[in-house]
C-alpha cells in the first residue's frame, strides 16, 4: 500500500512544482510582448494614473540610447543599449552612403559616428538601482540606421534560469543572473533596407531559442540550444527585411514557429525545422509580430498597404490559401511598427504609426470599433499592453492613454511624462515600466 501512496505522493509534488514553474512565468514579462506573446500581463495590477509628480515610483537616466523593451523576471528588470564611447567621427571621416542596400538612404538613415558599447544593465526592479552591467561587445556598427532607431533595439528574452541578450549584427549571449557569460552566438552581419537597423527579438520554448534573419543579403531561421549555443537546425529563407519576432505556438503535442514575413507567412516544426504550413505574406517592411489565442494566429502589417491574416493553426496544412484555415482578412488600418493587442477578444491595433485605433472581434473579425482618433497622441511607435481590465497606448510626444478593455471605446485617463517613448512597457504586479529617450520609470502607487 505504501508504493502506491509514495507514487501518488511523487505525482502531487511533479505537478506543484509544473504548475508554480508556468505560475512564475506569467508573473513575470520574461520576453518580448510578455509571457502570454500578446501584449498581456495576467496578474498585474498596475495604476491607471501618473504624472512627473504622481505615482513616479523611480525614474531613473539610462545610459545609452536604445528602443529595446525591458524583460523583468523576479525583482530584476533587464534592458539593453547601445552606449557611445570615445570621440566621434570628423565630419570629413565619415561615409557619405550606408552600406549595403542602404545606397538608397533616403532622408531618414543616420550613420555610426561614434563606437558603441553593446551593453546589459540587471536593475532592481522596486528600486531602480543598477546590480550589474556587461558590456557584451564594443565596436563601430558596420551600418546605419534609421534616424528615429538604435543601435540597440533587440529585446532580451529568459526562460527564468538564464538571460539571453540579442544585438542583432553584435551577436546573441547567454548570462546567468549573476552576470556571467556562459555562451555567445555570431550571425554575422545584417544589410538592411536603406540601412533602417535592426528589431526582431529571439525567442525561446525548452531548451530551444529561435532567431530570425531577414535581411537584404541571404536569409536564414536558426534554432539553437539553448544551453551551449550550438545550432541544432537553420533554414534558407527568401524574404526581404524584416522586424518582426517569431510567435511559438504549442500544437498537437508539438511546437510551431510563426514568421510573418513578406513574401510569405511561414510556420515551421520548432524540433525539425521543417515547413508545416504556409500563407501569402505581408506588406513591406514586415514589422509587427503575431499574436495567437484560442486556436487563431493573427500576423498583420501596414506599410504601404494593410494586410491582416486570421489562421486556425491546427487546420493548417501546406499552402492554406483558399482553404479553411485561413479564417478571416482584414485589409485596413493595420499597423507599420507597432505589434498588435489581443486582450480576451479583444484585438487592438493602430492605423500605420499614428493615434487612429481599431478594435476587432478576434473570433470573427467584425469592428467592435474602428478609425478612432485619440486626442493625446498623434504619433505611436510603442506597442500596446494590457493588464487588469485596462489598455495602456503610448505615444511619442510622452502620453499614455488609459482604455477599459472591453468592445466599447472608453477612456479611464490620459497621462503625460517629460519623455518621449517608443519602446513597448513591459507591466509586472502592481507597476509599469516605461522606458523614455531619456529616463526609464517605473510607475507605480
Keep these: 500500500m505504501r508504493l502506491p501512496l509514495i507514487f501518488a505522493i511523487i505525482g502531487l509534488l511533479l505537478s506543484s512544482a509544473i504548475f508554480a514553474q508556468d505560475n512564475a512565468y506569467d508573473q513575470n514579462w520574461p520576453q518580448w510582448r510578455g509571457p ?4 498581456v500581463a ?25 528602443n529595446s523593451s525591458p524583460i523583468i523576471w523576479g525583482d530584476v528588470l533587464y534592458v539593453l543599449s547601445a552606449v557611445g564611447v570615445g570621440e566621434k567621427m570628423a565630419e570629413d571621416k565619415k561615409d557619405e ?23 546589459v544593465f540587471a536593475i532592481d526592479r522596486n528600486t531602480g538601482k543598477t546590480i550589474w552591467t556587461k558590456v557584451a561587445r564594443e565596436e563601430l556598427p558596420h551600418e546605419g540606421t534609421h534616424r528615429d532607431g538604435t543601435w540597440s533595439a533587440n529585446s532580451p528574452v529568459t526562460d527564468g534560469e538564464m538571460l539571453y541578450a540579442y544585438f542583432g549584427s553584435r551577436g546573441l549571449y547567454a548570462y546567468d543572473f549573476d552576470g556571467n557569460m556562459k555562451w555567445e552566438a555570431d550571425f554575422g552581419n545584417m544589410t538592411t533596407r536603406r540601412g533602417f537597423g535592426e528589431g ?12 530570425n534573419w531577414d535581411h537584404e543579403e541571404d536569409d536564414f531561421i536558426v534554432a539553437l540550444n539553448k544551453k551551449t549555443g550550438k545550432e541544432i537546425w537553420r533554414n534558407e529563407r527568401d524574404e526581404p527585411t524584416s522586424w518582426f519576432t517569431p510567435l511559438l505556438i504549442e500544437q ?43 486556436g487563431l494566429v493573427y500576423m498583420m502589417s501596414g506599410f504601404r498597404g494593410s494586410a491582416l491574416q486570421a489562421v486556425r493553426y491546427a487546420d493548417a496544412s501546406g499552402n492554406i490559401k483558399g482553404s479553411n484555415a485561413l479564417v478571416w482578412e482584414y485589409n485596413q488600418d493595420t499597423p507599420y511598427v507597432p505589434s498588435p493587442l489581443l486582450y480576451d477578444n479583444n484585438l487592438y491595433f493602430f492605423k500605420v504609426n499614428g493615434g487612429i485605433l481599431t478594435n476587432l472581434n478576434a473570433t470573427s473579425g467584425e469592428p467592435h470599433f474602428s478609425r478612432q ?14 493588464a487588469n481590465g485596462h489598455v495602456y497606448l503610448t505615444g511619442r510626444e510622452g502620453f499614455t492613454m488609459v482604455l477599459k478593455n472591453g468592445p466599447e471605446f472608453n477612456v479611464v485617463a490620459a497621462n503625460e511624462l517629460d519623455d518621449s517613448f517608443d519602446a513597448s512597457a513591459a507591466i509586472v504586479g502592481d507597476a509599469i515600466f516605461l522606458r523614455g529617450h531619456r529616463n526609464l520609470y517605473c510607475i507605480g502607487k
Excluded at 495576467?42 to 536604445?66: C, F, M, Q, Y
Excluded at 524540433?271 to 505581408?282: D, L, P, Q, R, V
Excluded at 482618433?373 to 494590457?386: C, F, M, T
Design 36 to 39: 502570454l506573446a500578446t501584449g
Design 252 to 294: 498537437d503535442g508539438g511546437v510551431q514557429v510563426i514568421t510573418s514575413s513578406t513574401n510569405q507567412i511561414v510556420s515551421y516544426d520548432l524540433k525539425t525545422g521543417e515547413t508545416i504550413w504556409t500563407s501569402s505574406g505581408m506588406t513591406v517592411n514586415s514589422i509587427p509580430s503575431p499574436v495567437n489565442a484560442n
Design 200 to 211: 526582431s527579438s529571439p525567442v525561446i520554448h525548452g531548451d530551444i531559442i529561435v532567431v
Design 42 to 66: 495576467p496578474h498585474a495590477t498596475p495604476p491607471t494614473e501618473w504624472s512627473e509628480d504622481k505615482n513616479v515610483r523611480w525614474k531613473i537616466n539610462l545610459p545609452g540610447k536604445g
Design 97 to 119: 552612403e550606408p552600406a549595403g542596400d542602404g545606397r538608397r538612404r533616403g532622408r531618414r538613415g543616420i550613420q555610426p559616428e561614434q563606437v558603441q558599447q553593446f551593453t
Design 373 to 386: 482618433r485619440l486626442d493625446h497622441i498623434k504619433n505611436v511607435y510603442a506597442s500596446p499592453v494590457g
